[in-house]
C-alpha cells in the first residue's frame, strides 16, 4: 500500500463513522471467587498447573453458559482468575502459555489447537467456551514468550518474558486481542512490557479498550487509549484491594466510567482475606450493577448503549472543552474571592478551624462542618476546594470537609489532588479519614468544586445501606462542568462525597 492508502487507512482506524449494528448490548461480568492452588512458591508440573487451572475454567464454563442463556454478548473475568496470586516467578511458570499477537496472525485454538506445537490447553478450552457459548469472552492469563539477551537488552536473565495478560475470544473463539499488564503490583512472578501497549477491539455493538487492575489509575495506557483511540468502551479485569475511604473498588471504578464519560465492565477477583472485591458494569451517568460482597462469586447482567464513534469524536470535544472551561471558570472565581473580596476569607467559619487530618495516609488540610447550611472553603497547596450544602439535620458525628494537593506515596506513587467531604469515624477530629461503612449524615443539596490543574477529575459518592458501603444512584447526582452536584438529597446516608484528581504528569 502507498504512503496516501496508510494515510486513508490511519485515519480511518481513528476517526470514521464504524456503524455498529447493535444499539444496546447486554455485558457480564463475573466476580470471582478465584480457587487457589496450593505450592505457588516452587515450580509444579504443567499437568498440576493444568488440573489447578481446570478447576477455575471449570467455572468459567458454568458461567459462560448460564450468561448465554441470559442473552449476554460479552463476558469479563477478573485479573489472576485462573490460579490466584502470590506466586514466585518459577512458581508461575508451568501456568504459562505462548500466546501469538492476534495483529498479526489469525488462530482460532478451538478449531486449531495444534497450530503452534506448544502447550495451548488453556486458550484451547477458553476458546471452545467462548465458541460453545456464542459469546465474545475476556479472560486472564499469564503468557511465556521467549527471547534472546544478545538483540533485546530487556530480556530477562532467565530467557524469557513473563506477563499479566488478557486476552480476548470472538463468539467464534477466534482470539482477537491480547494485552501485557503495564501497571504491576506485588507481582515478582511478571514483567511489564519495555513500553505499555494500547489495545481495542471491534465488536458489531463498539469498540472496546482493554486494560488490567491497576493501569486504571495512571495515565499509560488508560487514559492514552480512551482519548487517543476515542474508546467508548473498556472490559477491565481486576485483582484490586479495596482501599477505602477513596480507592474502593466500586467507588473509584464508578468514578472512572464517570470522569472519562465511557461504560466500565471491571470483573474484580474475589479474595476475602486479603480485602479484594468489588465488581460492576459502569457508565458515564452511574452504575446499572455492582456487587460489593467479598466471599461469594457472582454473574453480573446490564444492558448499556453502544457509543458511536460520532458521539465519543462529539464527547471529546465539547466534553473536554466543557471540563477546561469550567476549571478555568471556577479558577477564577476562586481567585477573585481570595483577592477581591478578603473579608469573605476572614470571616471565621471560612478561616479558622483548619486541622491537618490524615486519609490513606496523605495528610489533609481539613475543617469541621458545624453549621445546616455554608459555603465552605479549604485549601492545601495549591488546591482550594468549595463545599456549598443545606444539611438535613446534624450527624451524630463529626463531618469534616477536606483538601489534598500531593503526591501520595504509600503503596502507590501518584500525584493527587482530592476534595472530600466525610462522616468521621467518631467524635474527635482524628477519626475523620478512618475508613467506616456506617453513616447517619444526610444532606438536602450541595455542591463540590475544586481549583484542580487537571481535566481527570473522578466523582466519588459513597452512601451506606444497611450499615455497608454502597453507590449512589447515578440519578440522584450529577457530575458537570468539573462540579458535583446533588440537588435533591441521596436517599441513604452519605460516607463521602469525594472529587479525585490526578496530575500525571507530577507521579
Ligand atoms: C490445598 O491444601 C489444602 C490442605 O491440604 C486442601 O484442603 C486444598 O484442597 C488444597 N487446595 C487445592 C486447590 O489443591
Ligand atoms: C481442556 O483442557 C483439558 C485439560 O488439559 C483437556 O483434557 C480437554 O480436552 C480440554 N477441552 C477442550 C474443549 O479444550
Ligand atoms: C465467525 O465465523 C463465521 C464463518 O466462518 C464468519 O462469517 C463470522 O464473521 C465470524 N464471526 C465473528 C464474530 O468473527
Ligand atoms: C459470606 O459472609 C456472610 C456474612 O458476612 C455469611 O453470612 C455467608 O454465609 C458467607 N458465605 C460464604 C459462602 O462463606
Ligand atoms: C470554551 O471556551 C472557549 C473560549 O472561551 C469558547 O470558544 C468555547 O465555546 C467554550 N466551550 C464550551 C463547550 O463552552
Ligand atoms: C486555586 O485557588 C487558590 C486561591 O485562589 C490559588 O492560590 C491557587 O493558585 C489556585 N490553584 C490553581 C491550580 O489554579
Ligand atoms: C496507613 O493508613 C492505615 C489506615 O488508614 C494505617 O492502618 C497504616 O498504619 C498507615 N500506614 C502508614 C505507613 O502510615
Ligand atoms: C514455549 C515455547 O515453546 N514457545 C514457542 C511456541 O511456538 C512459537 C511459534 O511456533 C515459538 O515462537 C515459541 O518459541
Known sequence: MNFVGWIIVFNCLMLCSVVYTQKTYRAGVYAHRVIQPNGTHTSVSRQKALDNMMKNINIYNNVASEARNKGVQILVFPDDGLYGHDFTRQGIGPYLEYIPDPTKETWNPCTDPEKYNNNSDILWNLSCIAQANNIYMVVNMGNFKTCIKSSDPNCPTDGHYQFNTDVVFDRNGTLIARYHKTHLYNEDQFDAPAEPEHIFFDTPFGRFGLFTSLDMVFKTPAISLIEDYYITDVVCPAAWADLPPLLSSIQFHSAFAMGMGINLLAANLQVPGDSIYGS?????????????????????????????????????????????????????????????????????????????????????????????????????????????????????????????????????????????????????????????????????????????????????????????????????????????EVINGLRLPLISASLLSRDYARD
Open 280 to 484: 460492576g458494569i459502569y457508565t458515564a451517568n452511574g452504575y446499572k450493577t455492582f456487587y460489593d460482597i467479598s466471599n461469594q462469586s457472582k454473574l453480573l447482567v446490564a444492558d448499556l448503549n453502544s457509543n458511536s464513534i460520532e458521539d465519543v469524536n462529539d464527547r471529546t470535544e465539547t466534553e473536554m472543552n466543557r471540563k477546561q472551561n469550567a476549571t478555568s471558570d471556577l479558577k477564577h472565581v476562586l481567585v477573585k474571592k481570595a483577592s477581591s473580596t478578603k473579608d469573605e476569607f476572614d470571616t471565621p467559619h471560612i478561616t479558622s478551624g483548619t486541622f491537618m487530618g490524615e486519609i490513606f495516609n496523605d495528610t489533609y488540610a481539613m475543617k469541621i462542618l458545624e453549621n445546616l447550611g455554608d459555603v465552605v472553603t479549604v485549601c492545601d497547596n495549591s488546591l482550594c476546594c468549595e463545599f456549598d450544602y443545606q444539611m438535613m439535620e446534624g450527624s451524630g458525628k463529626l463531618v469534616a470537609f477536606g483538601a489534598f494537593d500531593g503526591l501520595h506515596t504509600y503503596l502507590h506513587r501518584m500525584y493527587l489532588q482530592v476534595c472530600v467531604v466525610l462522616e468521621c469515624a467518631g467524635s474527635s477530629p482524628q477519626t475523620c479519614g478512618i475508613p467506616t461503612e456506617e453513616s447517619n449524615l444526610y444532606f438536602r443539596e450541595f455542591r463540590l468544586m475544586g481549583n484542580f490543574s487537571t481535566k481527570y477529575v473522578f466523582p466519588e459518592v459513597l452512601v451506606s445501606d444497611s450499615g455497608r458501603k454502597s453507590l449512589a444512584s447515578g440519578d440522584l447526582y450529577d457530575f458537570h462542568d468539573g462540579v458535583l
